[in-house]
């Protein structure tokens, strides 16, 4: 292309530099492709998750104290993407738990706050009304589910479903009072 320059762009990102070339026409395509990778590098180095270990304790100490409580219910962990990293079916335990369980940690990871405190703004005429039949209608607003958070950065998400509200945000507040003993 006659009316193209090569051009050397230096990029100062994360104390190093990276050396872009490009043809002009590019400019702006490929310096934000380098710009997005450099940034998602250093993020994924910085990103903390939940162990599939932790998340064992957890359930053995939700499953306790639902048995102390007598209810059966199903306990889910996500990790910091929302990605199922445990579910666990107590006996006698609703079916459907499942599924609302793993739900009630996947909101909780995604909205970085325990599904009790979505309820209020979720409901007819407020900001959030409507919110629950976004994504797939997987957003639960009630609660049983509450984020792990571990250095002021939400790790992942727990959620309990078979109870009670009352009984299911009991056992998810179990989970991370387990967590933050280990």
Known sequence: MAGDKITLTKIKQANRMVIVFYY????TIRASVILVR????????????ITLAAAQQMAAAVEKKAAEINVAVVFSVVDHGGNTLLIQRMDEAFVSSCDISLNKAWSACSLKQGTHEI????????SLYGLQLTNQQRIIIFGGGLPVIFNEQVIGAVGVSGGTVEQDQLLAQCALDCFSAL
Do not use: D, I
């Open 24 to 27: 002009r026409p590019l400019l």
């Open 38 to 49: 450099e940034r998602m590098m250093n993020k994924s180095q910085q990103v903390q998750t």
């Open 119 to 126: 309820t209020s703004a979720v409901q007819p005429g407020q």
